[in-house]
């Protein structure tokens, strides 16, 4: 089937790519003239494992090509994708000029019936908005063509992105007619071999489905921490408590790691624009607004700690920092947790040497003028001469360091670990203090 993708970033690209793969041919458009002229130079502009491989086979069969020409991407298709970032407004709510930029486009340029697949995370109403943009567009012309809107939100994880798409645990089609659900049917075929995976409901329980399922992964890790919070304070170890509940399959293992705070582009943005939903409503969503201020509270517990050991001086500091992706195995540093530790050790007057494994171009766009900050090309560079090290991702070279070697490093024998990757005796072996997330009395917090 002829497809087309609107927006090339970790939805867009990896979804585009992936249904290149099964054989459908996909033309991706995006605005970005940089990211579109380097993906036509066969470079992929983000870190995603697999993708690479799978872009430069796709482009080279003929199936994926790329533009940044609209007309030519609607006139590509029947079959719109809208994958665009749908990034928060000043309240927090989702701001979707993105999305009606691309339906104002599909308006002014189909020429025939054409379903439109938003698979960018929107709040609840979003397709009647994109609805009418089309109309508008339609009446401008003075043309009556018939075209559906569908809302299939997507579930990618990033880092994981290939292998969930290709193994989708469910691909939800929140739809209101059988033409277009046919269609999409064609679409997902290939990722259905193994048994269905498709799940058909209206449009605004498909909207809000992709909400429900961020808000409540988000609310398990703010749980979490909050437990860890109070671990800390009742001389408990979250590490135990967490494999104890986890053993309870109606809790489960997943999602339940303490840590530094959750980020990247999702779950902030969606917990937030979920809860502005609501107040738009009349609604006051108690829980979502609690699981947002645990989330940002607990970015800054690491600072707290580091600040706390130094009895509030962190003036002329260094701090050793490993890992500053939102997660490990992607360069997105959207809402990372490192970026707020970097920024409350600056404001506290404390210089930064940071090392992470795929996001330091991201960190340099992001943070290129600061001064206070050094880009270290290895770990072992970052903790050179630094007073202590901090870790803020949980990346797998960081699991197994050389101790000895920090020990020997950092002036002042202490770790402070935002993700909890080690046992604390195998640090105090070397002589290393550790401060973890919800690990005992003997971890500093702001009282
Ligand atoms: N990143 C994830 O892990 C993930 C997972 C599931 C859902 N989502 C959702 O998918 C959507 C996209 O997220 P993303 O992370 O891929 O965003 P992104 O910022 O990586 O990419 C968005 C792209 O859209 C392009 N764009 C903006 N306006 C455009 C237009 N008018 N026409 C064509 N392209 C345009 C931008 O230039 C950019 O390249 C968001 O709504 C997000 O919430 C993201």
Redesign the pocket.
């Known amino acids: 089937m002829n497809i087309t993708i609107?927006?090339?970033?970790?939805?867009?690209?990896v979804t585009g790519a992936c249904l290149a793969d099964v054989g459908h041919n996909v033309l991706c458009?995006?605005?970005?003239q940089a990211?579109i002229a380097k993906l036509e130079n066969g470079q992929i502009p983000?870190f995603e494992p697999g993708l690479e491989n799978i872009v430069r086979h796709t482009v080279e069969a003929g199936r994926l090509s790329f533009t940044t020409d609209?007309e030519k991407a609607v006139k590509h298709s029947s079959l719109q994708f809208i994958?665009?970032?749908?990034p928060p407004d000043e309240d927090g709510s989702a701001d979707l000029q993105?999305v009606t930029?691309?339906a104002r486009?599909i308006g002014q340029y189909m020429d025939d019936y054409t379903v439109v697949v938003d698979?960018?995370?929107?709040p609840v109403g979003t397709a009647d908005k994109v609805k009418a943009a089309v109309r508008a567009q339609l009446d401008n012309r003075g043309l009556e063509l018939e075209f559906d809107v569908v809302s299939n939100?997507?579930?990618?994880?990033?880092g994981a992105?290939i292998n969930d798409f290709m193994k989708p645990d469910r691909i939800i089609i929140g739809c209101d007619s059988d033409r277009a659900a046919d269609m999409l049917r064609e679409v997902y075929y290939p990722f259905n071999r193994n048994h269905d995976r498709m799940v058909y409901m209206d449009i605004r329980s498909a909207e809000l489905t992709?909400y429900a399922a961020n808000a409540l992964l988000a609310t398990k890790i703010s749980f979490m921490n909050e437990i860890a919070n109070l671990a800390e304070r009742l001389g408990a170890d979250i590490e135990a408590v967490r494999r104890g509940i986890g053993s309870d399959p109606r809790i489960g293992y997943h999602f339940i790691y303490p840590g530094c705070g959750y980020g990247?582009?999702?779950f902030p943005?969606?917990v937030q624009a979920l809860a502005r939903t609501a107040d738009g409503i009349g609604y006051e969503a108690k829980l979502l607004n609690a699981v947002e201020s645990v989330n940002y509270a607990q970015k800054h517990v690491l600072f707290d700690k580091i600040s706390h050991y130094f009895r509030g001086d962190l003036k002329g500091k260094v701090v050793g920092l490993w890992g500053l992706a939102f997660k490990p195995n992607t360069d997105?540093m959207r809402e990372a947790s490192a970026r707020t530790l970097m920024e409350d050790l600056w404001k506290a007057g404390a210089t930064v040497q940071a090392f992470d494994p795929e996001a330091m171009e991201e960190t340099q766009r992001i943070y290129g003028d600061e001064a206070r900050l050094t880009l270290c090309g290895t770990k072992e560079q970052a903790i050179k001469g630094a007073d202590v090290l901090a870790i803020c991702t949980e990346w797998k070279e960081f699991r197994s360091p050389d101790f000895k070697a920090i020990a020997e490093n950092i002036k002042h024998p202490v770790v402070f670990d935002g993700r909890n990757l080690y046992e604390p005796e195998m640090l105090e072996r070397h002589g290393l203090m550790y401060y973890a997330i919800g690990r005992g009395r003997n971890q500093f917090h702001s009282e």
């Open positions: 609107f927006g090339t970033g970790y939805v867009g690209l458009m995006d605005v970005d990211k983000i609209a994958a665009v970032g749908t993105y930029a691309v486009s698979k960018s995370t929107v939100p997507e579930f990618l994880k990033e992105a992709k990247g582009s999702c943005k969606d997105d």
